[in-house]
């Protein structure tokens, strides 16, 4: 939290397999993020045993492409 404002990181992935938990433990360990969103297309072999060793959500993208992920990150920030 910051201020009395609600701080979400959302973080687009494609073969960051193998630095993700260190990511999402170095916004952890600020004190100010209060929920990691971590967007993976269809091609992420292992990403979901990564996230599940932190507290990030996963969102699975079914179409693969960075363009993608942004349009679906434009749907979600309306239902936040």
Same mark, same amino acid.
Do not use: C
């Given at each position: 939290?910051?201020?009395? @404002?609600? /701080? ?8 960051? @397999?193998?630095? *993700? /938990?260190?990511?999402?433990?170095? =916004? ?8 990691? *969103? ?19 959500? *996963?969102?699975?993208? @079914? ?6 992920? =942004? ?8 239902? *936040?």
């Amino acid at each position: 939290m910051w201020g009395k @404002k609600t /701080v979400a990181v959302i973080i687009p992935v494609s073969k960051e @397999k193998n630095s *993700l /938990v260190e990511v999402i433990q170095d =916004f952890d360990s600020t004190g100010y993020v209060d929920e990691i *969103l971590v967007v993976a297309d269809n091609s992420n072999l292992g990403i979901e045993e990564q996230i599940k060793k932190t507290r990030a959500k *996963l969102i699975k993208q @079914k179409v693969s492409g960075f363009l993608n992920k =942004f349009q679906k990150l434009e749907k979600l920030e309306h239902t *936040l």
